[in-house]
């Protein structure tokens, strides 16, 4: 697999508890890669550790061929940008600027027009002006995410990058997530939704109680013996009627 992201061998410990033990992941430049599990299996831990917030116990990571251990601040923001579950500011920022603190590493480029243009591209250019506090969840998250595309990095990592979207957001961003791995991107996304997943995802990697249960193509990894033993529902899995790709209907019998 060409270099991308890799992490070997990793665990994180809280307290004495393993939250992740021995999980070996990779995605590659031009791939999306979904991270699924139940509520505590260790999604957004991996994220973290995947994408240098936290330090792994154990293991290691290396983004694009490099350690990254061995990468300073800025380097990482270069190279990997993050989109968190929720982003929390206790000042009153126009959106605008909030998009703009994605531009602090670059080198090159019209900073102002790439947050513009950022903004488009997440529907949020209409909030520029708008105080941060003020959105709605879902419009926050499309400001945030605005801000992860204008930092203009080779890989994303994302936790749950459509949770408090509507129907038509969570189109448009799986879409332009979808469209940045077409174009030589690595995305990496912690994501709830199985039939998202199993629409916009070339692999997935399926955890289970901080181990990893399973990981390859998506249509290989989501199938109903393989979910119904991983999340403890029944279900029901035929291809979508328009696209194919796996739809997961959980049911009771």
Known sequence: MSAGVTGRGLGFEVEGRALLAGVDVDAAPGEVLGILGPNGAGKTTLLRVLSGEWTPTSGTVELLGR???AMSSIERARVRAVLPQHTVLAFAF????????????????????????????????????????????????????????AQETPVLFLDEPTASLDLR?????????????????????????????ARFADRVALLAEGRLHAIGATATVLTGPIVEAVYGQRVTVVPHPVLGSPLILPHDR
């Not at 994605?102 to 903004?119: F, I, K, N, P």
């Not at 949020?124 to 945030?144: F, I, K, N």
């Not at 979808?178 to 030589?184: H, I, S, T, V």
């Not at 996304?189 to 199985?194: N, V």
């Open 67 to 69: 350690p990254l251990a």
């Open 94 to 149: 126009r959106c605008l600027d909030v998009v703009l603190m994605g531009r602090y590493a670059a080198t090159s480029g019209d900073d102002a027009a790439v947050a513009r243009r950022s903004m488009a591209t997440t529907d949020s250019g209409h909030l520029a002006d708008r105080t941060y506090p003020t959105l709605s969840g879902g419009e926050q998250t499309r400001v945030s995410l605005a801000r992860v595309l």
């Open 169 to 197: 957001h969570q189109e448009l961003v799986m879409r332009t997530l979808r469209g940045l791995a077409d174009r030589g991107a690595v995305v990496v996304a912690a994501l709830h939704d199985l039939n998202v997943a």
